[in-house]
């Protein structure tokens, strides 16, 4: 497998967010085409700077960084 954006994204099944009421914390849950699950999560210092798809967006790469360190590291396992 070739580690290229395109594969990683071709990883995820779906993305589901929450946003915790009040607050200015987003979480996003990458569910897998192999059923596991990574987590991203954002949030700002003040409410008045808030956006929900800013938020969702940095959360969702967060997710991602974390397929690209597990898909890097079976890479790496494999080369021996």
């Known amino acids: 497998m070739k580690l290229n954006i395109d594969a ?3 990883l995820v099944a ?12 987003v ?3 990458l569910k897998l085409k192999n059923g596991c699950h990574t987590v991203g999560h954002a ?5 008045k700077n808030f956006d929900i798809d800013a938020g969702k967006k940095v959360a969702y790469e967060k ?3 974390e397929i690209w360190r597990l898909e890097g590291y079976k890479i790496k ?3 021996g």
Request: proline content about 0%; charged content about 15%; aromatic content about 10%.
């Open 63 to 65: 997710a991602l960084a």
């Open 43 to 47: 949030s700002c210092l003040e409410y």
């Open 14 to 25: 779906t993305a589901e967010y929450h946003h915790f009421e009040n607050t200015t914390c």
């Open 8 to 10: 990683i994204n071709d």
């Open 77 to 79: 396992a494999s080369m």
């Open 27 to 29: 979480v996003c849950l």
